[in-house]
């Protein structure tokens, strides 16, 4: 089974589909987004996947239980001298990191959409 594979069948029942929000339409591309538990659980299979973190958005579920954009998001680059080892390992602790840290008194019910490199190192 493919990395892809792996990763399509743990988003099969989790999340949010935002595939209306962000005007997608195919369905290769991943775009669900995940409450904090399973946000971690996504970190960890990528990580066993050796598949870094470019970053990733935040959304917010409204009253009416509709999702929208916090506007708020992070990004990681590879550093220059960085191994992809290296990145793969602080691409997930600061993505953890963010997951972990965000607060948004104004907004409940967060839900973050990851942004992956579909590769092995």
Do not use: C, H
Not at 14 to 27: A, F, P, T, V
Request: charged share 35%; no cysteine.
């Amino acid at each position: 089974m493919s990395d892809i594979e792996k990763i399509k069948i743990f988003y099969q029942d989790k999340g949010r589909d935002l595939k209306k929000i962000k005007g997608y339409s195919e369905d290769d591309v991943i775009n669900r987004a995940l409450d904090k538990r399973e946000a971690l659980e996504a970190l960890e299979l990528f990580y066993n996947l050796e598949i870094p973190v470019l970053g990733g958005d935040v959304f917010y579920v409204k009253d009416n239980d509709e999702i929208d954009w916090t506007n708020d998001n992070w990004y990681i680059d590879q550093l220059e001298n960085e191994t992809d080892v290296q990145f793969l390992k602080r691409s997930i602790e600061e993505s953890r990191n963010y997951v972990n840290s965000y607060n948004n008194p104004f907004l409940n019910n967060s839900l973050f959409l990851f942004d992956i490199i579909y590769r092995k190192l």
